[in-house]
Every structure is written in structure tokens, then in C-alpha cells.
């Protein structure tokens, strides 16, 4: 049929409202995301920490149990802050592999097909755009760290008392302050990379590599220089700087303060902001 004889008519169905428009972008990420079966298996091992945590919890509270499985009880593990460190500990090395995984095919694909104009042509400006792609990774990484980690601090609550609930609120408050803070710093990360590096393969090494050599760098400055202000750098020791503080208030020994490990996250993530501003527009000026 002849395309004049066509009649055309404007889209008629549900809008999507302006405030969550973002989620578009997260939800056609998914899609292709668990179309992997190498993601998809990745993603339900991220699950049996937490699975082997409740079940943990639930044999601290059920003597008989442990009288069946002949473990005594004054040898069990106790749930405290270092149990949930330990765990968020492992669920975040676990988001990671995650983040390597989906972070660096977020935007390069865009950049590389000149399809960002397409978008922001759209009613979907710069800040939607980095809202919906970062939302992908920070729903996915929530799924893993925080909220499963929460659900096993309020099953520990029910087995052992809200008296116990109230004097471990503090570490309810850690467990979401941590998990997000290290969930900004990579989301933020992986998305600038897969900006300026629109080779996936490199953009996930080179996530591996600001950690390693960023490590390693400070710790030659600290070496030469005498000083600990090196490991500003070192975003692995940052995070574990304000892991340590959040879950047991203690201070580092010989180390950055609390208030620069902080700082220097915070820092992080506004170069990774300004990384994307930089290389997120509408159009592209090509010099001959």
C-alpha cells in the first residue's frame, strides 16, 4: 500500500509522567541485561550470602536445632556489626562484578551510534538521561546490598527482640548509608567510563584498574612522602574508612581522617558528575 494512503494518527495511548519518564532508560536496560544467561547466573549467586545469613540467624535462636546439629552454642559467630560488615563486605565485592558487567554498555553504545541526539530530542533532558541510565545500575545493586542486608537486620529483630532492634538501630542506619554511599561511587564510576571509553571490553578493565592503581599509586605516595594523605586515591581504603566508622564507630589508626575519607568519596563522585557533563550533549563538533 502507497504511503499517502496511509492514515496517520497521533499516539492516542498512556503517557508516562514527566517525574518518572527516567525509568524508561532502566527498564529497556533490563531487558537486555537478563537476556544473559552469564548476568542471570551471576546475579542469583549474588543471593545465597544472604540465604546462608538467615539461615544463620535462624539457628543462633532455635536451640533445638543446634542440639540436632551438635554445634555448641558459645562457638557460633555473633550477630553484630562485624557480621553485617562481613556480609556487606561480600555483597558488595559481588555488586561489582555486576557493575563491570552492565555499567560499561550503558552509554557507550549510545556515543558510538551518535544516538544521544535522538534522545534529548525527545522530552527527556541531560538529567533525565543520566538519571535513568544510573538508575538501572542502582536498582540492580540495591537489590544485592542493602535491602537484602536490611531484611536480615529486621529478621534478627523478630527472632531476637525489639529491645534487641533498639539498640542496634545504628546499624540499620550503616548498612543503608554504606551500601549506598559504595553504590554512588561505582554506578558513578562505570557510567563516566562507559562514556570516555567506548570499547566495553576496556571500560570494565579500566573500572578493575582505578581501583588497583589507584591502591597502588597511594601507597608509593604515602611510602615516599611519608604521609597518609596518598590514600585519598586509594578508593578501596576510603570505603573501608567509612565502613569501619558507620558499623563501629571507630576511627582509623594511622590512617586518613573520617571526615577526608568522606570527603575524598564525595570528591570522587563529583569528578565522575563532571567526566559526564563533559561528554554527555546534544550534538558533537567535529573538527576537519
Sequence with gaps: MAVYKHNYQAYSGPLT???????????YAYQRIFGSRIFLALF???FVPPLGGA?????QHNAKALQILQIPIDELIPIDAAFFQTLLYIQSSLGFLLAVMVGPGLISPDLTNNALPLYLSRPLTRRDYVIGK????LILLSAVTWIPLSALFFFQARMAGWAWLWEHLRLETAI?????LWMLVISLLALAL????????IAGALIFGVFIVGGGFGALVNAI????????????????????YLFRGEGPSG????????????????????????KLKAYEVVRS
Excluded at 509522567?17 to 527498564?27: P, Y
Excluded at 544510573?134 to 545500575?137: M, V
Excluded at 562507559?194 to 571490553?201: C, I
Design 17 to 27: 509522567s514527566s517525574t518518572l519518564r527516567f525509568l524508561i532508560l532502566a527498564r
Design 44 to 46: 542469583l549467586v549474588c
Design 55 to 59: 539461615v544463620f540467624i535462624y539457628l
Design 134 to 137: 544510573i538508575s538501572a545500575l
Design 176 to 180: 543503608f548509608t554504606g551500601s549506598w
Design 194 to 201: 562507559s562514556a570516555w571509553v567506548r570499547w566495553k571490553p
Design 225 to 244: 612522602l611519608f604521609t597518609h594523605w596518598g590514600s585519598l586515591i586509594n578508593i578501596g581504603e576510603l570505603m573501608d574508612i567509612a565502613w569501619r
Design 255 to 278: 590512617s586518613l581522617p573520617v571526615w577526608a575519607a568522606f570527603a575524598g568519596l564525595l570528591g570522587f563522585c563529583g569528578f565522575c558528575l563532571l567526566l559526564l557533563s563533559k
